[in-house]
């Protein structure tokens, strides 16, 4: 793509973008505090480095975001890599990314329609790990979050107390 349709594009989603990172922020998100789109694609490679395996994976309902057990899990989270951390949803390929001092300072009481693509990606600065956040509204079983954490740090937290919706 020319720098033009880039712009066109960043352009077109930049609005709801803003929306969805103050959202996820719990406060006003300005464009100046986005990265660069060259900083962006930079930052894909360095996170494509970022091992599969090994990977946790889990599922939950998606009410459970707001419970004790998951912001103990945020508080591991951090205790392994307190590095600041990048959101990234399908908007931030248009529109660059969005620091956040640490994992816990994530709004996880955003609600479950965000976005259109139900996809958070939640990378550390210093890209060596990664939360994937995936909400999903399944007929049987209401909304549900899969959720996968990859990295040589954030695998090793514990995700016992967090139970799959029945």
């Given at each position: ?20 990172l ?16 060259q900083f ?21 309902a998606f ?7 998951f ?19 399908s ?5 660059g990314?969005?620091k ?27 890209a060596?790990d990664?939360m ?18 990859r ?10 107390n967090?139970?799959s919706?029945?």
């Amino acid at each position: 793509m020319n720098n033009r349709q880039l712009e066109i594009r960043k352009r077109l989603n930049l609005r709801e973008y803003l929306k969805e990172l103050e959202l996820f922020a719990g406060r006003k998100v300005e464009e100046k505090e986005l990265t660069s789109l060259q900083f962006m694609e930079e930052f894909r490679e360095q996170v494509k480095a970022i091992p599969i395996s090994p990977s946790v994976k889990f599922a939950l309902a998606f009410e459970q975001l707001q419970s004790p057990e998951f912001a103990s899990l945020v508080k591991q989270l951090y205790e392994k890599n307190m590095a600041p951390v990048y959101l990234w949803t399908s908007r931030t390929n248009d529109c660059g990314l969005f620091k956040v001092n640490d994992v816990t300072n994530i709004n996880f009481k955003f609600p479950f329609d965000v976005n259109s693509d139900g996809i958070l990606t939640i990378v550390t600065t210093d890209a060596q790990d990664r939360m994937l956040l995936d909400f999903n509204e399944e007929e049987k079983v209401g909304k549900t979050l899969e959720i996968e954490i990859r990295g040589q740090n954030w695998v090793k937290v514990s995700t016992v107390n967090i139970t799959s919706p029945s």
